[in-house]
């Protein structure tokens, strides 16, 4: 869904002017930041969404018309390249952090997307570069490498665009807020919920009007929408420059996350002293540049072998004459150690994160092939576009969520005069429960969707697509309950400095997910032949999701066995912590 839209949401305190050399000048006649910065945020956000989503929305139905890849190849193309968008979060945040700022990464991921767009427009407007249609998808003519290679460069760029957009968009515009005020806070509220009201507006634009134009006018006019959208977004980014609040990058907490993992290895012989531990780690006050940073106090049993990373062998040959250390590489403190151990601890309840997306990326790709060889007439002449089946699981999602906040929680609260929340924990068996549901539904459907398309002789199904939206909307649930929960578990469990960190962690379970996707269908084609054919009635898809079906019950039994008990922290989470759940689930949706 992206990243990261939403989920870098952190809030550090970065007092430091940036440099000359990497922010633009500054101007001294208006105050910086606030609303006067953020209409720019919001229009370059707006526009960038509209181009982005349209393409994610639409993606396998142009791959398999345009380019006529086939079952496998269409599938690995989609889920690698997924995989890889989010992936490349990991490697914008650290850019973000440590060298480029927010506006010079949100700017470079901007143009990279316009690049990509535009690549994708030309495969679509010159018909060299693509082979020709097949819409009677036999005797299909193959894409040559070259053909091939311009259109996975185009991925390329819009990879990169996506790595350097998601960690960073909703962050610079909290950066314009000063949080360490009660207006600032207010600020930054209000501005959460135009940004959810711009997101949703361009978000319903892009699954119907654009998408509707490229599968039903003119993949050119459709490519060149977004491609214009995008242009206009960098545009609005650039007029608002000397409105911004620019902050210093100051160091990636990836990188503290290396040296703990190098000097706890160097170390790993030697011995800490568990009850004695003030007087053997390193463990100094924060520095004035993070002086109002969460001080994380040390943590002991779980994960202990890591305080080895802090300890302190001998002070003379280890640290300076101020007390600091020599070698960053070999001694680290322990607010670095306790980072290191947040993320370790989360890793068991991300591993079940990796099995709720691995389900929920079936519908993406299967699932609008399934409405590909359906009826999808409405009266006499118009026809529902493929790509308008997704915007069944957003809609499922976002009445969940009206239902749940609005009429769920004020009536539990009535009856048994407690808080009305769902635990974390039964929301996310909620959300796998719905995946096990959803693969079986799914098989049901396109066990009777190819039979009467063979029945009848044809490439197309004389069902009706309707009979598809009860595994869609299961999948818009498996993402209210599941995937929102993993979010919200994520995001309060890792300390305020590691807010880009969680929503990092957060895209790579849905990389991998993607990723993990890709591997079984592969292994499942080779193996069986029930996917993988350019003419999904030649292909027993419902033993496919029957297979996804138990992959998802063994994260049920997994979670229920392990997962969950890692679960604890989250417990005590208060309503304060809620608001997490809307802002996870329209981050999904961005990705």
């Not at 539990?412 to 959803?438: E, F, H, V, Y």
Request: aromatic share 10%; with cysteine; hydrophobic share 45%.
């Amino acid at each position: 869904m992206a990243a990261g839209e939403g989920l870098s949401l952190s809030t550090e305190v970065e007092d430091q002017p940036p440099p000359p050399s990497s922010s633009p000048p500054t101007s001294g006649r208006k105050k910086r930041g606030g609303w006067r910065a953020i209409k720019y945020i919001l229009g370059n956000e707006s526009f960038e969404k509209l181009a982005s989503m349209s393409l994610i929305a639409n993606i396998t139905v142009y791959l398999h018309t345009r380019y006529n890849l086939e079952g496998v190849m269409l599938v690995n193309v989609v889920q690698i390249w997924s995989g890889t968008c989010n992936i490349m979060t990991l490697f914008g945040a650290f850019l973000s952090d440590a060298y480029l700022g927010r506006f010079n990464t949100l700017l470079f991921g901007s143009i990279a997307s316009l690049l990509g767009m535009a690549t994708f427009t030309m495969t679509a407007g010159v018909s060299e570069v693509a082979p020709t249609p097949c819409p009677t998808a036999e005797n299909c003519e193959q894409a040559q490498n070259w053909q091939l290679a311009i259109l996975f460069g185009g991925l390329a760029l819009l990879a990169i665009g996506a790595g350097g957009i998601r960690p960073c968009n909703i962050a610079f515009g909290a950066d314009q807020f000063d949080t360490t005020t009660k207006k600032g806070r207010a600020q930054l509220e209000s501005f959460f919920n135009w940004w959810y009201f711009s997101f949703t507006v361009t978000l319903v634009i892009a699954l119907t009007a654009v998408v509707y134009i490229q599968s039903n006018v003119s993949w050119v006019v459709g490519f060149a929408i977004p491609t214009a959208c995008l242009a206009i977004s960098i545009t609005i980014f650039l007029f608002g420059q000397h409105t911004y609040i620019y902050h210093e990058p100051k160091g990636s907490v990836f990188v503290d996350v290396v040296k703990v993992s190098v000097a706890a290895f160097h170390k790993r012989k030697e011995k800490v002293d568990e009850n004695n531990w003030r007087s053997c780690l390193y463990d100094p006050e924060l520095d004035e540049l993070r002086a109002k940073t969460e001080k994380l106090e040390h943590s002991s049993g779980m994960f202990a072998c890591l305080d080895k990373a802090a300890l302190i062998k001998n002070p003379a040959e280890e640290l300076d004459e101020q007390g600091k250390p020599k070698d960053k590489w070999r001694l680290c403190s322990v607010q670095q150690v306790e980072q290191l151990k947040g993320l370790v601890g989360i890793a068991p309840v991300w591993i079940t994160a990796i099995g709720i997306f691995l389900t929920m990326d079936q519908q993406s790709i299967f699932g609008i092939l399934q409405a590909i060889q359906m009826d999808r007439k409405i009266g006499s002449s118009f026809e529902v576009p493929p790509g308008w089946m997704g915007l069944t699981s957003m809609l499922a999602l976002s009445l969940w969520i009206l239902l749940y906040e609005q009429l769920y929680i004020p009536q539990a609260k009535k009856i048994t005069k407690k808080d009305g929340r769902m635990t974390m924990r039964l929301r996310i068996n909620l959300g796998i429960l719905m995946s096990i549901i959803c693969m079986i539904v799914a098989g049901i459907i396109e066990k009777k969707r190819r039979s009467t398309a063979l029945q009848n002789h044809t490439f197309g199904s004389p069902m009706r697509v309707g009979w598809l939206l009860p595994q869609f909307i299961l999948s818009g649930m498996v993402e209210a309950f599941g995937a929102v929960a993993i979010m919200e578990y994520f995001t309060v469990t890792l300390p305020d400095t590691m807010r880009t960190i969680a929503g990092s962690i957060f895209f790579l379970s849905i990389s991998i997910g993607s990723y993990t996707s890709s591997l079984i269908v592969t292994i499942v084609h080779r193996l069986t032949g029930w996917v993988g054919n350019h003419d999904l009635n030649e292909d027993k898809l419902e033993r496919y999701y029957a297979i996804v079906a138990c992959i998802a019950l063994l994260n049920l039994v997994y979670f229920n066995v392990y997962g969950c008990k890692y679960l604890s922290p989250c417990n005590k989470i208060s309503d304060s912590h809620e608001p997490e759940e809307e802002n996870s689930s329209r981050s999904r949706h961005s990705s």
